[in-house]
């Protein structure tokens, strides 16, 4: 009797044993919760505004991705004991939400995790952008506040100043193209001529909106002389102020020591009778 006892026990020890191995304990994950970001200026006058679309958050744990997550987030983080959460600011290439990439302009916001399984930490991540020094950057900002770097180029007619509160985005100011059946078509260009790195990250940066669609080419001068006009991108109507970031890089790797001029322009369509663009925030920022 007793020796079937000791058995029965075994096997119970055993089928326990078992149980475990097949349905391992699962460790519980610490969550941080992102619902908003925001985007801060060291230096005003150089960083110019701080409107922004970040879309997701890449998020890394001790320098080890996690993953990309598309705002607002809550993500699980494995871990335990005392760590750091690095945070990499993600926006939509070229205003395609298919090509999801880390702005290279913006700093790393970290912040101190002390784990604790089943539980939601909330933080809002801060980016800046980057100081000109370290590494080296460089801007160039049109806001429209003080000047115009926009001339006309081609067209009926070209982008204007304008401060009516309607038009304007931030500030006083902002560009404006009006179209109508007289004005078909209109068309302006970067006064300024840029030259960069080939080899280093280079963004436009623009806040818009439209109520047609319109273009963005460039005007490339090549270092013996020869020049072309390329198109960059197509961008579709928006009845909202709207942010894209358009990535040059490309284009200046193809294209080496040459010098290029940026052009907007818009077509009204057929069947409307007016239409219009506005522009404010034109920023070229790259490596140096």
């Known amino acids: ?4 006892i000791s058995r029965l026990i075994l096997l119970l020890i055993i089928g326990i044993s078992s149980c475990n191995i097949i349905n391992p304990k699962e460790d519980v994950p610490t969550y941080i919760k992102f619902d908003s970001v925001k985007v801060e200026s060291v230096v005003p006058a150089i960083h110019g505004s701080v409107s922004h679309k970040i879309t997701d958050v890449w998020v890394y744990y ?7 997550y598309e705002l607002p987030a809550s993500v699980p983080i494995l871990a335990s004991g005392h760590g750091q959460v690095q945070l990499v600011a993600g926006i939509w290439q ?3 939400s298919g090509i999801r990439t880390r702005y290279p302009f913006y ?16 933080y809002s991540p801060t980016f800046r952008y980057r100081t000109t020094d370290t590494p080296a950057v460089s801007y160039f900002i049109e806001d429209f506040e003080q000047g115009n770097s926009l001339i006309p180029r081609y067209g009926d007619t070209s982008f204007v100043k304008t401060s009516n509160p309607a038009d304007v985005f931030e500030g006083s100011w902002s560009s404006k ?6 004005d078909r078509y209109g068309e302006s260009s970067t006064l300024q001529s840029f030259a960069f790195p080939p080899t280093r990250p280079c963004f436009l940066e623009f806040n818009y909106k439209s109520d047609v669609p319109f273009q963005l080419d460039v005007y490339v001068t090549t270092l013996s002389g020869n020049t072309s006009t390329i198109s960059l991108t197509g961008i579709n109507p928006s009845n909202k102020w709207n942010k894209l970031y358009f990535n040059f890089g ?5 294209y080496q020591n040459a010098s290029f001029r940026f052009i907007f322009h818009a077509n009204l369509p057929a069947n409307k009778t007016e239409g219009s663009v506005w522009l404010d925030n034109f920023k070229i920022i790259h490596f140096n």
């Open 1 to 4: 009797m007793k020796s079937i």
């Open 94 to 96: 070229d205003g395609l």
């Open 250 to 254: 490309g284009f200046v790797a193809t």
């Open 62 to 68: 001790n320098r080890q991705l996690l993953g990309a």
């Open 177 to 182: 193209l009006t179209l109508s059946d007289t």
């Open 107 to 122: 700093t790393v916001d970290t912040v101190d995790l002390d784990a604790s399984p089943g539980n939601t930490f909330h």
